[in-house]
């Protein structure tokens, strides 16, 4: 029952930010919404899908053929390749955003070594395209959230057999005949779920977008609480943009409509990858070195480099360490929190198999489909709520009122991690106890165990990996989370996000180099684990030791 409870729980605390949400649409937006639907949501709501559609393409058109160039040839550097397409995923977009506008802007190196070569005399002379663009932008975003297809699409690539593929090339088909009419349609599902992810995160997305000057939803809404003052207009903003994450989950969903199709036309024989020669296997390498180069190594070198050159290591910001601190110690404790509540919530289904607790398990994953920027203004409400009974309940015992317990402290931020990551551990926990047979329990009940001592005998042993998957990924996304920590903050709290964002505003970014090559290098951790797992899947797939 205690496990029960905590699903509950957990769907309770997962949905509180939409009901509060709803509550402050619903108050008094006096003229300001007429404005807003005038000359603000047009705007917004144009840019907006123009930047879900170029990301769409551009990680699509990226993500698709890098995994299926790894997973079809054989060429030279296939191997390391196929380990550092996925790295991109471990740079922030808005770190990514401040470093190309440092390399591409008009006093950039780029186009200052143009100028020293053409004899030009100032941007005047000359067309360059601006990355402070909508253009710039999906550039920016694509080359760094291609890897969300990438790794959908090669998982699918990989597992797929011969059964199809080896008639077609009997009878003359090419490998592009084979990957448009075969192995495209049987990775749909996989990439339709790719691409949605990739769409989510752009839709949280607000320091690289703001730095490039695009005024999505997103930071409309942004503008619209904190620079217009309209808690009300943002929520109703907000509303909105819930209708188009719905819209894109539904997307998602249709795309995967076929999916019992794709998994039963695989067989045990794993298709070989074709041997490249001559001048095409190099172009297979160029093509998969690009993407990583721009969506990794460039920003990556260039902050290591900003390090070097301003002596960030030397003269060492004091205030980093307790930035660094505040991080993760904030990190540290939602990720304890999330994982509590998701693997209790899957242990609750496995012992009880009750519709409510199963509904609760599916809703309380939710959270990763809502911005950072909607969620922070909807747990406004409800942070509010409880602090203020908190007080009233204080005062009627006859002490003082505690003031804003958890609106006003970091623990709105937890929270909100809390809230958004859930579904990570939820994800994890179901993937690690499905591998656990129910023989077990079986077993364990005839012996006289409890739910309690089977968890601790038999459950946690044996999903001891998905525990640590699910913690080191929940750990890295709070590092790098900026919207809602951004709106919820407490005063004169900072994170490492929050650091790099303000020297970002001051127009210095260099300076927090140090703090963003620190995101950077710990989010490689389980980018690298990701390719590992994927790997090992696969071998065991093709029967390898």
Same mark, same amino acid.
């Given at each position: 029952m205690a496990l029960g409870a905590?699903?509950?729980?957990?769907?309770?605390?997962?949905?509180?930010?939409f009901f509060g949400l709803l509550f402050e649409a619903l108050a008094d937006t006096s003229d300001i919404w007429s404005h807003l639907a005038r000359y603000v949501l047009p705007i917004a709501l144009g840019q907006t899908a123009l930047l879900l559609a170029g990301v769409a393409a551009v990680t699509m058109m990226v993500g698709i053929g890098t995994a299926w160039t790894v997973t079809t040839f054989e060429f030279p550097g296939r191997d390391t390749m196929a380990w550092l397409l996925p790295l991109p995923l471990a740079i922030p977009t808005y770190i990514v955003a401040y470093v190309y506008v440092d390399i591409l802007d008009a006093l950039g190196p780029v186009q200052s070594a143009l100028r020293a070569v053409f004899g030009w005399h100032s941007a005047a002379d000359y067309w360059f395209p601006d990355v402070r663009s909508l253009g710039g932008t999906i550039f920016v975003i694509g080359f760094v959230l291609y890897p969300y297809v990438y790794l959908a699409g090669r998982a699918m690539f990989q597992t797929q057999g011969t059964l199809l593929t080896e008639p077609a090339r009997v009878l003359g088909a090419r490998p592009w005949e084979l990957a448009w009419r075969i192995s495209l349609p049987l990775a749909r599902p996989a990439i339709a779920v790719g691409v949605a992810l990739a769409l989510l995160e752009t839709l949280n997305d607000i320091g690289a977008t703001e730095y490039l000057g695009v005024q999505t939803l997103t930071l409309s809404i942004f503008a619209t609480w904190l620079n217009r003052g309209s808690l009300a207009g943002a929520a109703q903003m907000a509303c909105l943009m819930l209708l188009l994450v719905a819209a894109l989950i539904g997307l998602e969903r249709y795309g995967r409509r076929r999916v019992d199709v794709a998994g039963s036309v695989q067989d045990a024989c794993l298709a070989s990858r074709i041997a490249l020669a001559g001048r095409a296997r190099w172009l297979a390498l160029v093509a998969c070195i690009a993407p990583v180069l721009l969506g990794f190594l460039l920003p990556a070198g260039y902050l290591a480099r900003e390090v070097i050159v301003r002596g960030l290591l030397v003269g060492f910001d004091p205030d980093l360490f307790r930035y660094i601190l505040t991080t993760v110690t904030l990190a540290s404790a939602a990720t304890a929190i999330t994982l509590v509540l998701g693997f209790s919530a899957v242990v609750a289904l496995r012992h009880l198999k009750h519709p409510l607790i199963a509904a609760s398990v599916n809703v309380a !994953?939710? #959270?990763? /489909?809502?911005?950072?920027?909607?969620?922070? +203004?909807? $747990?406004?409400? %409800?942070?509010? *709520?409880?602090?203020?009974?908190?007080?009233?309940?204080?005062?009627?015992?006859?002490?003082?009122?505690?003031?804003?317990?958890?609106?006003?402290?970091?623990?709105?931020?937890?929270?909100?991690?809390?809230?958004?990551?859930?579904?990570?551990?939820?994800?994890?926990?179901?993937?690690?106890?499905?591998?656990?047979?129910?023989?077990?329990?079986?077993?364990?009940?005839?012996? !006289?165990? #409890?739910? /309690?001592?089977?968890?601790?005998?038999?459950? +946690?042993? $044996?999903?001891? %990996?998905?525990? *640590?998957?699910?913690?080191?990924?929940?750990?890295?996304?709070?590092?790098?989370?900026?919207?809602?920590?951004?709106?919820?903050?407490?005063?004169n709290l900072e994170t490492l996000s929050t650091y790099i964002y303000q020297f970002a505003t001051r127009g210095n970014f260099e300076e927090g180099s140090l703090a963003a090559l620190i995101i950077v290098m710990v989010g490689i951790v389980p980018v690298l684990l990701m390719t590992r797992y994927t790997d090992i899947a696969t071998m065991v797939g093709r029967g390898e030791n």
């Open positions: 905590v699903a509950v729980a957990a769907t309770l605390l997962a949905l509180a930010p !994953g939710i #959270g990763y /489909a809502v911005p950072g920027t909607v969620l922070a +203004l909807g $747990l406004l409400t %409800p942070l509010v *709520l409880v602090d203020e009974s908190i007080n009233a309940l204080t005062r009627a015992l006859g002490g003082p009122g505690v003031g804003l317990l958890l609106a006003g402290s970091a623990a709105a931020i937890i929270i909100a991690y809390v809230i958004r990551f859930l579904a990570i551990a939820i994800g994890f926990a179901q993937a690690g106890f499905a591998r656990i047979s129910q023989e077990f329990d079986e077993v364990a009940r005839m012996l !006289g165990a #409890g739910p /309690a001592e089977m968890a601790h005998t038999i459950h +946690l042993p $044996l999903a001891r %990996p998905a525990i *640590l998957g699910a913690a080191l990924l929940i750990f890295v996304d709070c590092l790098k989370e900026l919207p809602a920590t951004l709106l919820l903050r407490p005063l």
